[in-house]
């Protein structure tokens, strides 16, 4: 019996101490103690299309690696994904790179600073922190563009078979707004190329890139497509392999690390799950092992991460007795 | 029974798969492997007490939360701390302030720079990024000082407790050559009060903090000393809590984010554990709920980890498929 | 008498003292005594263009406000006036902007940085500090391509009509190898624009603006241009006013605290006179009420200034007994 | 006769045309026109002392290098020179140190930044920017420890010397306040220690430091004092040579590009004259060759320079017609 084998089946005991069984119930709960947080945050306004959202939105779903789905208020109401489109192409990359390709164009540290500061990449001669970074995740973006031959597309179509639903779509809207107000990422791709870290023309990429961040999805969609991280990379919905085991590992580390903007510390302290988050107010959590989660309210707090979202996702690691810490 | 629940009890399946009984052999080969890598790092000079270190010293210990102690190489030799240390005075702080207290005066977010840079604290108007790196450090050093009539005392009876052994000692020569050499800590402690957030004569705090950085502990005492923090707050030695299992979640999570200087994304990619390192060589990593870990090889990369002792804490990850991803 | 008036006149008894008539033989023993410095410095090579000039080049060009022409040297050798150019489109951009219009988008400090610093450019907000960084030499472009109808041919006629020389030209080669070689160029213009500090499409600007960095000029034809500096805003050469007075001296403020890149201070320490440095080894200098001249030699040293030219002038500024402290 | 040979003695024709003889009544004049700024600045207040300063001083003093005195408003009022004593100190390290023994510890460029950031000084490797910082002035203060025997009173004498007034004092209570709130300049010293460009023990230094600033002196006085820098090193007032021709020239040339904190560009662009300024509201500018001039209101602006005192600087300038450029 391997929980007699000691030190390696801490669960065990664990689970008959704290944990709960997850149900609808509690995802509800939740979302009424988080409530009140509700219009003490802002909605990300740096884009017209994003500024027009309905700020009271709340909703969460929790897909576990049996397969059960949990879900509570605006779970099946599509948003603004965002960043968390980031980890989406990152994950692409992964499947056309070996990590050397990878890790030489873009570091694993947190960074820092400020989610599109320019400082650092300068001194850190155009060579970006993380992927999780506007000018990491262009650089990715870059990759993909060198060996895709229709990169918006591949997104989707993958998107497609990890959520199981062929209705995802870009709001091109809110494409069209990013694409406008591009400047500041315009800066960065110019400034990775005068340091030879960027390969094609830029507005090409960046247009690729901002489609992933136009992706519309709800939380039952982002629960299913990023159930590959908490189940070893393979999805739970498909059963297919995405990426590694080994590779899942490597993602969670460096969302735990790097996927929450400046606010990866107070995050890990707070809910202790690796996570990303994305200006439209969405964050995705995984419990390695167990279950993905998906959190939506569209106001930020000042690090530019859901306000009530991240109050979710501490209460529901709280409620359930689970983190990787 | 917990463990059909599902989501929850992740480790069961796990265990069939993937992972292996510890022994000390298995650290024994996992040094050898690792031994090639002695003479490719730096053994640290900023200090002559440190630079006259063997370099190819090589140990490993690991204690589990169900106390068996496996160890390999030089585990019971001797070493400065160093850094290491910071745990420590931040657990001691834990004890005697509120955490409003404590983090209105330090941060807990990854400082994306070097450890001793004043850069950022400057920018950040004296409050430092986190308890890890100098300046956070030196304020948790200040905050001691506040309310204990005898920090350095304290520290040393509190390590004899947690590690039972009651002969481990400051290193006098280290600890005044660190003095000799304080000049950057001691404009990094003034920069602070200049800014209100130091609240102690300056030189008094440093050579306590320093008195810390100038334990001497082997492997073996530094894996039964941090022992709680692998075990929810209690100490696997004596089973006296030292902590709340709350703040032992939340120490991991500020070791999985800031302990590893600027690499703690690259240490998170390839160990996956919590840890924090000193320029004394040593290297601590936590396993919650399972085990404690200490390495030690001086040599240093270019972040200032253990070259050889970070990859030792790769293997074993590897090896016995323990990590929090 | 004014001249008897005791503070306004120090010019007389300081002529008894230590001045020297300037002649043509001055230039050539100055030329003879900087000539060892050939080989110490480095020709720009960021462009291909410009690291293929003859490196062993040295030319020197004085104009009086009188009218005399002194030269040695390759004095009538055209080069790339690169940097140089900045002086001429801010002069346009003050025929056509009120000093409002044009110190409300850039600043007139000197920058502590390197001359392509992204750096400070972020942390102030997009308004770059003087108009002779590349930030701020793109803004006087941008706004020169907002009110002119063709600026490129509009910068060559305002020379043509300086220099009385209409054998001017761009040097197309140096100006599409700039081009080629824009990316970081673009990244400031981008960063520009995105805090609302760029009206223009950015490729553009950077056309005209490379073009007037591709000027092929010789030291006779420089001095022969910036006399208007020298003498209360009205070239000696055709005795039409190119500026005001007032504009003329704050002109060579602007040239005295920032025309160097970071090396102003060392310039007006050394050589004492408002000028303009280019990468293409040349350098325009001012004595205000007196001459105007222009060196060239193309090695520069670290900060990118000739370093055989700053010497010659430092030379000439002793021997003359002229400067304006 | 020099003067007709052109090129040199631009200013015969310039006195003809836009001079005006000085009078009190023209200082008199001035002050009225720049009286109404006065409520508009701030007053001096990170220490208490010079917080207390009456707002609405208003003084100005000329000394031409004939000897004649001008004045107007409360110019025999003493204040608080501050960081003019930086000049003072930089002075008389001229005479006990070669340059290169100066230059290689204190570099002679505008810093760019705020006059006490630590940024630029750890990017830089604890070579302060130039010696008009506050990090330069320390600089400069250590090495007068280093060679004097009793430096703080040989300041004294010196300013006796100069000013021909064994009157002024160093005003104890701005002294003792000063070192009360000099934990940002020990951090400086340290940080510069820690770089070894710092020789004696930081406190006495600090001590030494603040009394200079701390020196009560007038228009008046201060016109005199530094009559030196307008008359080629040699004092008005007593003759004597206290630096070479060569070394005043250089010093106004540090004055006029690193001496208005990080606003000599905005100062030479209006003023046009090497100058430098102190938070207690006085600026003493320079008219090389003609006079020495000392301004006074304590309130300041953004940059930290007397509001009122460099507009008057302004218009005197333009009254009278002098300038440097």
Chains 1, 2, 3, 4 share one sequence.
């Not at 060579?127 to 918006?152: E, H, K, W, Y």
Request: overall charge negative; charged content about 20%.
């Amino acid at each position: 019996m391997y929980h007699h084998a000691g030190f390696f089946c801490r669960t065990i005991m664990h689970c008959e101490v704290t944990q709960m069984k997850l149900t609808n119930e509690i995802l509800s709960e939740i979302l009424d103690e988080v409530r009140p947080l509700l219009g003490q945050g802002q909605v990300a306004d740096y884009i017209p299309a994003l500024a027009q959202v309905q700020a009271d939105k709340l909703g969460i779903a929790v897909l576990t690696n049996e397969g059960e789905l949990f879900q509570a208020g605006d779970a099946e109401d599509g948003f603004s994904i965002q960043s968390i489109s980031k980890v989406l192409n990152l994950t692409l990359s992964m499947g056309i790179y070996t990590p050397d390709e990878i890790w030489s164009r873009v570091r694993k540290e947190p960074s820092g600073q400020a989610f599109n500061s320019m400082i650092q990449l300068e001194v850190e001669h155009g060579i970006p922190r993380n992927p999780f970074i506007n000018a990491g995740a262009i650089v990715v973006a870059d990759m993909l563009q060198t060996r895709l031959s229709a990169p918006r597309q591949r997104l989707l179509e993958f998107v497609w078979a990890l959520s199981g639903d062929t209705h995802i779509v870009y709001d091109k809207v809110v494409a069209r707004s990013e694409m406008k107000h591009s400047d500041r990422n315009a800066a960065i791709a110019y400034l990775m190329r005068s340091f030879g870290n960027f390969e094609n023309h830029v507005l090409p990429v960046l247009e690729n890139y901002f489609h992933g961040c136009a992706l519309k999805m709800s939380c039952v969609q982002l629960a299913k497509t990023f159930s590959y991280l908490a189940n070893q990379g393979v999805s739970v919905l498909n059963h297919k392999s995405v990426i590694t085991a080994v590779q899942a590992k490597q993602m969670n580390a460096l969302l735990a690390t790097c996927g929450l903007y400046d606010e990866a510390g107070e995050f890990a302290y707070r809910v202790g799950m690796p996570g990303k988050s994305g200006v439209g107010g969405g964050i995705v959590a995984i419990v390695p092992g167990e279950m993905t989660i998906a959190v939506w309210s569209p106001e930020l707090n000042s690090s530019g991460n859901s306000l009530a979202g991240s109050k979710a996702l501490e209460l529901l690691s709280g409620r359930i007795g689970r983190s990787i810490f």
